[in-house]
């Protein structure tokens, strides 16, 4: 599988930004997305996943309101539509793929990464 995202930028606090993952390689259906981000000098931490579906959606408490996971298993893409934006939301996002819907807010079971996207938040 490989995965690559796509779409990060400098936005002003408050403003929107989408990204989007384009997965190659397995069929895209068959796994749960999640994003994940890391700021400097920080760990990776859990942002969003998402069910083979689309049904369940999964969100960290800090960006639950105001971030949505969706994705479209025709297109093999998984997006995060990041609204109402803070300085604390900068950092580099990194998509990733897993089997399994338990257990979605750990880095353990994650099994293929994309290379991030650097999402920057002005005040």
């Known amino acids: 599988v490989q995965l690559q995202a796509s779409g990060g930028g400098l936005v002003q606090a408050g403003g929107s930004l989408r990204i989007s993952c384009a997965a190659s390689?397995?069929?895209?259906?068959?796994?749960?997305m999640g994003w994940f981000r890391q700021a400097p000098g920080k760990e990776r931490e859990f942002v969003a996943a998402?069910?083979?579906?689309?049904?369940?959606?999964y969100y960290a408490d800090s960006v639950k309101g105001r971030f949505t996971i969706s994705r479209d298993n025709a297109k093999n893409t998984v997006y995060l539509q990041m609204n109402s934006l803070k300085p604390e939301d900068t950092a580099v996002y990194y998509c990733?793929?897993?089997?399994?819907?338990?257990?979605?807010?750990?880095?353990?079971?994650?099994?293929?990464w994309g290379q991030g996207t650097l999402v920057t938040v002005s005040s």
């Open positions: 998402i069910g083979w579906s689309g049904g369940n959606r």
């Open positions: 390689g397995r069929p895209f259906s068959t796994y749960v």
């Open positions: 990733a793929t897993r089997n399994s819907i338990v257990g979605v807010a750990a880095l353990s079971g994650y099994d293929h």
